[in-house]
């Protein structure tokens, strides 16, 4: 079913709740159009995976992370495999202690708990002393464990971002840096020194990670470990379960296999989405 009407209001009004929680369930891929909500989002899924676009990175979400978009943050969200979780959305006036830019959190044991918590609570209400206590034990816990990867930070110049547009649409491409310099027309010196300035990583880092996130996508929809790690040009599937396990601290099986055993518990409150924008 999709977004009942009242629901919608609470979520756009800026000075309503403090905090509307639900239930998120996405059988269909998500629209990819650009859209923003006056509200903070955390969302925490329990399966699939999505990838948030802003004008400033691309991100990929999956079971082992929590997610945060500020309020008024234009993005787009695509969802690779049926997709399901916790969605909060905070008001702006909670949103202080969060970073101001996208990014995600590692899923710890009590912030994930908190967030199923709060699906207990009736959207739209204010909240009681005892929540309100509960809600800044969660944001004290985002704010200790830090941001997390797979986060591709988007370069400014136009030559590095074409060269890293490119790079993600085709992440096996064995270019080396000298050519990826000629195809955008700047120096391999250059090239080098302004992707470290502007991403914070070095192009070969963030040629890493293009490559990672787009392995996360393709076992998302079912594809198998040898299929990703030949298709995106490893020498052997070891030699990419080793690169996806320095990476990302586990190896691809167990990226998603923890997620699917254990289930998060129903709510009350459960909204189930077919291809919505504002699911997330």
């Known amino acids: 079913m999709g977004i009942p009407a ?55 979400a999956g079971p082992r992370s929590i997610g945060w978009l500020p309020p008024h943050e234009v993005h787009s969200v695509q969802s690779f495999g049926p997709t399901a979780g916790v969605g909060l959305f905070l008001a702006e006036r909670q949103c202080a202690a969060l970073p101001a830019h996208p990014a995600q959190f590692e899923a710890g044991a009590l912030a994930a708990l908190l967030m199923q918590r709060t699906l207990d609570w009736p959207p739209g ?59 955008a027309d700047i120096s391999a010196r250059s090239l080098s020194r302004k992707f470290v300035e502007e991403t914070g990583m070095s192009f070969g880092q963030w040629r890493q990670w293009a490559r990672l996130t787009q392995a996360l996508e393709w076992l998302a929809t079912g594809s198998t470990v040898k299929h990703v790690a030949l298709s995106l040009g490893y020498d052997s599937v070891s030699a990419f379960i080793k690169a996806f396990r320095l990476a990302l601290g586990t190896t691809p099986a167990a990226y998603f296999g923890s997620a699917r055993r254990a289930p998060a518990a129903q709510s009350p409150f459960a909204v189930h989405f077919r291809g919505d924008p504002d699911a997330l």
């Not at 998500?30 to 676009?53: I, T």
């Not at 929540?131 to 400014?156: I, K, M, N």
Request: no cysteine; proline share 8%; aromatic share 4%.
């Open 6 to 60: 009242g629901l919608h209001s609470l979520i756009h009004d800026p000075e309503g709740a403090e905090l509307i929680a639900m239930r998120v369930r996405n059988d269909a891929p998500l629209d990819n159009a650009d859209h923003q909500l006056p509200r903070g989002v955390l969302f925490l899924l329990s399966e699939g995976l999505v990838a948030v676009e802003t004008a400033r990175a691309r991100i990929i």
């Open 125 to 183: 209400a204010a909240l009681t002393p005892p929540q309100r206590r509960l809600l800044q034990v969660l944001l004290d816990e985002l704010a200790q464990a830090g941001t997390q990867s797979p986060h591709l930070p988007w370069p400014r110049d136009e030559r590095l971002l074409a060269i890293a547009r490119a790079l993600l649409a085709n992440p096996a491409s064995g270019r080396r840096l000298e050519q990826w310099a000629r195809f």
